[in-house]
């Protein structure tokens, strides 16, 4: 997957987690927690997109990530 594909899929597994969400534009420096997800929410949508992209990576690694455009980066360099 590309940079693209990976924030596409992270974006759409947050719309199913937090349903406010469902008509906001995503851009690549929007924060998970300041468009309303709490840790639970944040850990779920992670997991999920893990779980699409087929990939194992410990959480401590995906911290890092500050931001939406750098999490898909992040996953895009560990695929």
Not at 18 to 39: I, R, T
Not at 47 to 61: A, F, G, K, Q
Not at 72 to 77: D, R, S
């Amino acid at each position: 997957m590309n940079k693209e594909e990976i924030f596409s899929v992270i974006t759409q597994n947050a719309k199913e987690i937090v349903p406010d969400l469902d008509s906001h534009e995503f851009q690549w420096d929007d924060k998970l927690v300041d468009l309303g997800a709490n840790s639970m929410d944040r850990a779920d949508i992670v997991m999920m997109t893990l779980e699409s992209m087929d990939m194992n990576i410990p959480l401590v690694e995906i911290a890092k990530a500050s931001n939406i455009g750098e999490l898909a980066a992040l996953l895009h360099e560990k695929q």
